[in-house]
């Protein structure tokens, strides 16, 4: 059992003990069964639901899932040439990325996931000095999507009127954002 369920199984534990006495208590007149009734509310919220929160962000998603996120992982160390890009984006995938994906083919399906998330993110204006005008992190985004992309494109998984239009799509968002 890993020590994230642990701690979870732990603080349930105390949660349902202080909740018992509390129960017990007040079902005496007492007025002082607030006291566990309090101390139960504050490691549900304090230990508790983090601790759950956790061990669901670690180990709720699918293998596929996983691969999906390694190779992410490594596709954007490939195109930016930046840890700091990788350091930005992965928690963001790692959030977002489908738990119950099934994959056939990583490298088409993790380019294609990488190059929508890439013009997702550029598309906020969050990684932009101004309009049309990317901040060096933006420039890395930019270039995991102009690399996905080629590959998707010399793999003839898009065509060259798609590629055409993605790349047209993204411009024009990035002349309005910033």
């Known amino acids: 059992m890993n020590d994230k369920l642990k701690a979870f199984i732990a603080s349930l534990a105390v949660v349902i003990l202080c909740a018992v006495v509390a129960i017990i208590t007040f079902s005496q007149g007492v007025w002082y069964g607030a006291i566990p009734l309090a101390l139960g509310i504050f490691f549900l919220i304090r230990f508790t639901i983090p601790a759950w929160n956790e061990y669901q962000e670690i180990y709720g998603k699918s293998d596929s899932c996983k691969s999906l996120i390694s190779r992410c992982e490594t596709l954007i160390k490939e195109y930016s040439h930046s840890e700091g890009c990788v350091g930005e984006i992965l928690p963001?995938?790692?959030?977002?990325?489908?738990?119950?994906?099934?994959?056939?083919?990583?490298?088409?399906?993790?380019?294609?996931?990488?190059?929508?998330?890439?013009?997702?993110?550029?598309?906020?204006?969050?990684?932009?000095?101004?309009?049309?005008?990317?901040?060096?992190?933006?420039?890395?985004?930019?270039?995991?999507?102009?690399?996905?992309?080629?590959?998707?494109?010399?793999?003839?998984?898009?065509?060259?009127?798609?590629?055409?239009?993605?790349?047209?799509?993204?411009?024009?968002?990035?002349?309005?954002?910033?």
């Open 92 to 178: 963001k995938i790692k959030r977002d990325a489908p738990k119950d994906i099934k994959i056939d083919d990583i490298e088409k399906q993790s380019r294609f996931f990488l190059m929508n998330y890439c013009a997702n993110l550029l598309s906020t204006g969050q990684y932009h000095f101004y309009t049309d005008s990317l901040d060096p992190m933006g420039r890395y985004i930019l270039y995991v999507f102009e690399g996905c992309s080629k590959w998707l494109l010399d793999n003839k998984h898009l065509s060259q009127e798609e590629y055409d239009n993605c790349n047209k799509e993204l411009r024009q968002n990035l002349k309005e954002v910033g």
